[in-house]
């Protein structure tokens, strides 16, 4: 019975959170928290040095009523002691650093680090350790594609043995270019870890998760053909790639394959996902469509004629913002973590090996080999990222 009464006073405790960048996807976070507040959450605190972006946020948070602290640097804001959770929203180059003095903070607190976990597998992997060291604080990696409802249920699908097993991932991404951000900090490798760390980290993820097995090697092809090429900042042309094809093999003889295009406004779904499974001689096909929201699945033996199509929803969201309402989910899964004090869905090794995929991808690229990952993970290839 005490158990009981703790667990539920627990759940009825408020939930401070601060924010690490708000810039726009800071203040994505933001709006989702207040959608949440009635789950027992608050923002209490910002912390971020562009001025235009301090501006923004206390705007939101003053039509949302909620008193926010505002400071310019991140370790002011670890030290106020105002907030128990933090949320890493700032550019990707500076995650290590900021994850670093998080974890060395006398004080504890729990993180939800903003996809890509860090430009570099060396980064990565030392933010694990020093994390591992600390033992009492979680971590969860944004990589929230996982949340989207029409790729929750694909993955449902394949978890439940549905499909049987997986061997072959099809995902095709055909978007708009980049977004400008504070600075322009995304149009250069040095800052984002490369595009297929920055923006494809959440696709490798999806396919180990589909895949239900690591990765082993990869080859990929990807230029910048379009985007960007006649864009200058500081005297210096963006080299960030607008489209590529990457193929990913699994340690369980499964395959991955990627189509990238960033110059593709014209697409009518941002993301399809095909995951072909053996069940047997029952071949299975199953795909997601975002943002259409409808999921298709059928088998070898019932051919055209017998796919099932459906409309996905959740009715737990409440707000669908940028990502279709997974960043809502996300943060409803990492709030259950905190308040059950079990282990984030999605850790850091799961940040570490999406990052892992990407580096080994862009390196590729530049090579024109394949790449394992193993080397990925045991030597700096890559001395302008890795370094």
């Not at 001025?51 to 923004?56: R, T």
């Not at 105002?82 to 994850?99: A, G, Q």
């Not at 295009?261 to 499974?277: D, L, T, W």
Request: hydrophobic content about 40%; glycine content about 8%.
């Amino acid at each position: 019975m005490a158990e009981e009464e703790a667990a539920a006073a627990e759940k009825k405790r408020e939930v401070k959170y601060g924010i690490i960048g708000v810039g726009m996807m800071g203040r994505e976070h933001l709006i989702n928290l207040h959608h949440l507040r009635d789950h027992g959450v608050s923002v209490v605190c910002v912390a971020d040095p562009h001025l235009p972006s301090q501006h923004s946020a206390l705007q939101l948070s003053l039509s949302f009523h909620w008193p926010l602290q505002v400071f310019s640097g991140h370790k002011e804001l670890l030290d106020s002691g105002l907030c128990d959770v933090v949320i890493v929203s700032s550019p990707n180059m500076t995650h290590y650093e900021i994850l670093m003095d998080i974890i060395s903070h006398p004080k504890p607190h729990h993180v939800l680090v903003e996809k890509p976990l860090c430009t570099t597998v060396p980064h990565c992997k030392q933010v694990i350790d020093a994390a591992k060291k600390r033992g009492d604080m979680m971590v969860q990696v944004g990589l929230e594609y996982r949340y989207m409802p029409p790729v929750a249920k694909l993955i449902q699908l394949v978890k439940g043995g549905d499909v049987g097993p997986v061997r072959m991932v099809s995902i095709r991404e055909h978007r708009f270019p980049f977004l400008v951000k504070v600075n322009n900090w995304n149009r250069f490798n040095v800052n984002t870890g490369g595009t297929l760390v920055e923006k494809c980290c959440h696709f490798f993820d999806l396919m180990r998760l589909f895949a239900g097995a690591n990765p082993v090697r990869v080859m990929a092809s990807g230029a910048m053909d379009v985007n960007h090429k006649d864009e200058v900042y500081d005297g210096k042309v963006p080299d960030i790639i607008d489209n590529a094809y990457v193929i990913v093999e699994f340690d369980n003889g499964s395959r991955g394959v990627l189509d990238l295009c960033m110059f593709a406004e014209g697409s009518k779904n941002e993301q399809e996902i095909s995951v072909v499974g053996d069940l047997a001689k029952n071949v299975f096909q199953g795909e997601a469509f975002v943002p259409e929201g409808i999921v298709r699945f059928g088998t070898r033996v019932a051919g055209r004629d017998g796919v099932q199509t459906f409309k996905t929803t959740d009715d737990r969201i409440k707000y669908d913002g940028l990502h279709h309402g997974s960043s809502y989910l996300e943060h409803l899964n990492f709030l259950d973590a905190i308040r059950g004090a079990k282990a984030p869905e999605v850790d850091l090794n799961d940040g570490l090996i999406s990052v892992a995929i990407g580096v080994a991808a862009q390196v590729s690229i530049e090579q024109g080999r394949f790449v394992t990952i193993e080397e990925v993970l045991t030597s700096p290839l890559r001395k302008s990222l890795d370094c």
